[in-house]
């Protein structure tokens, strides 16, 4: 596996790939990688002769008092992972690599309505920082395919508007959340739980469940069903962000007509913000 530090590697890599007519799958990470990341790898490479990963925790993606500095970071761990699952090559920029006029003078990329909603909503200016640092990798790669966890639901959906609007010829692979044994979707910040926080952290997935269930058995009074799930939420101890019946396609609120739905849900374990989803 190659290690690509500077934009000048990884665009003579992928000419030399290019020129042997190999198709290139890509995975963008912010690092710390978890069974999720590599299962992304692993479905890379049955769709593609080669494999790049990058691992870059983005500054313009968190806002002011969010957790840039504390984002945990574990080159070394990813590395040996990667290798193991057989990726050809990781790409680690930096900052200043990324954004060399700094963040106030970078042109941006912002995908209106999807990004300005849930997560959106609660953290303005984040999904306009997703999206313009993974134009930009897409822009460096130019991969075939690029495959996305997802738990991150709203990021995938934006991610494929953004390759439609600007009509990028890029098959995006959503691929399914990893979970661990009590039903927690695997994240980097659930590093951040202490021992008690990650044992009442899989009660949102449990709600979400039952959730869907009530659902499925015909109560379409959603708005009424979402008060509950944050009120039962708050009963276990956890802090409901926001929880949101909607449409699968438009991730606007569903309503009683609403033919393919996915529940969103962010909530706070202490002062860990975790997200999940659940399509009915």
């Known amino acids: 596996m190659k290690l690509l530090t500077s934009i000048a590697q990884l665009r ?38 080669r494999v790049i990963v990058s691992i870059f925790v983005n500054p313009m993606q968190f806002g002011k008092n969010e957790d840039l500095a504390n984002y945990p970071r574990s080159l070394e761990q990813d590395c040996a992972g990667l290798s193991v699952h057989q990726a050809d090559a990781v790409f680690t920029p ?19 309505f ?19 640092i993974v134009c930009k990798l897409f822009n460096l790669v130019q991969p075939d395919i690029a495959c996305f966890g997802e738990k ?24 399914s959340t990893e979970r661990a044994e009590d039903g927690l979707a695997l994240s980097s910040r659930n590093n951040y739980l202490t021992p008690e926080q990650r044992a009442q952290a899989p009660q949102l997935y449990q709600v979400l469940q039952q959730l869907k269930q009530k659902i499925v058995a015909g109560d379409h009074n959603y708005r009424a069903l979402e008060q509950a799930a944050k ?34 849900a962010a909530i706070f374990v202490g002062s860990t913000r975790l997200i999940d989803n659940i399509e009915v």
Request: aromatic share 6%.
């Open 152 to 175: 991150d639901y709203q990021q995938l959906a934006i991610i494929r508007q953004m390759v439609a609007d600007l009509s990028m010829p890029i098959q995006v692979v959503g691929v």
């Open 231 to 264: 009120q039962q939420l708050s009963e276990l101890g956890l802090t409901a962000d926001y929880i949101n019946i909607s449409q699968t396609s438009s991730l606007a609120l569903a309503t009683a007509e609403t033919d393919k739905k996915v529940i969103l």
């Open 94 to 112: 930096t900052p200043e690599m990324m954004y060399p006029q700094g963040l106030d003078k970078q042109t941006f990329v912002d995908v209106p």
């Open 12 to 49: 003579e890599q992928i000419a030399i790939w290019r020129r042997n007519g190999e198709r290139i799958a890509f995975v963008p990470t912010m690092g710390n990688l978890h069974q999720g990341h590599l299962r992304l790898v692993d479905v890379a490479k049955q769709q593609a002769d």
């Open 114 to 132: 999807l990004g300005d909603l849930h997560c959106g909503e609660s953290r303005p200016g984040h999904f306009r920082g997703v999206s313009t």
